[in-house]
């Protein structure tokens, strides 16, 4: 694994594959925390401005379009339309587009982990590409896939990441040190630490009031 610090002028974010007839199958994540993980990865890509490249099979076939919430993340992005092959790389307007975007780093989630995430991913390790894949942005149809999967694109040399880590690494450059990108993802996508970031501001309130 590099050290190097991801940064968006050095990444690109690839999201593979997430087609409305595929949702339904998945199981090794709950939909509705999948959903939300995926559009926040797009988020990140597109706040933080990071190279992005978007695929999806052909949209008339039955798996069908990308889903609405991360066609709305995404706005005016291209959507590369491939044939069958698992390994996204093996089209060459795909491989052109990521070779387009001039940045070393891949971080790539999609679906099914086990299926086009898995072969794109060693794919891009073929190309020369520091591969790394959004393992929470990631499912399969079991959880047993998607972690088998997982192990073994580490073994092959990539890294396991998450969508909000990303950010949070996206947030170290000293271009985005003040951006409010971060705290707009909390809010929109981790409700959780938005609560916790909310309960810390108010008990630092009532600290004031009381010293006061």
Not at 156 to 166: E, H, I, R, Y
Request: aromatic share 6%.
């Amino acid at each position: 694994m590099a050290l190097e610090p991801l940064t968006p002028a050095n990444t690109t974010v690839v999201l593979v594959d997430y087609a409305v007839g595929f949702a339904n199958l998945l199981r090794s994540h709950g939909l509705a925390e999948h959903m939300n993980n995926v559009v926040g990865l797009a988020k990140t890509a597109k706040w933080y401005e990071s190279g992005l490249v978007v695929t999806n099979g052909q949209s008339s076939k039955p798996s069908g379009p990308l889903y609405p919430e991360l066609l709305e993340a995404i706005g005016d992005q291209p959507v590369i339309e491939r044939a069958v092959d698992f390994n996204s790389f093996l089209d060459e307007s795909f491989a052109e587009a990521v070779r387009a975007q001039g940045r070393q780093n891949l971080v790539i989630g999609g679906i099914a982990t086990d299926g086009c995430v898995l072969q794109t991913a060693l794919g891009g390790l073929r190309e020369g590409y520091r591969v790394h894949v959004a393992v929470d942005a990631s499912a399969s149809p079991s959880l047993e896939a998607h972690n088998a999967a997982v192990q073994r694109m580490v073994q092959a040399g990539v890294v396991p990441v998450t969508w909000f880590s990303l950010a949070a690494e996206f947030q170290l450059d000293p271009k985005f040190h003040d951006a409010p990108h971060r705290m707009r993802l909390m809010m929109e996508n981790v409700p959780a630490m938005a609560m916790s970031a909310r309960s810390f501001g108010n008990a630092l309130e009532l600290g004031k009031r009381t010293a006061a």
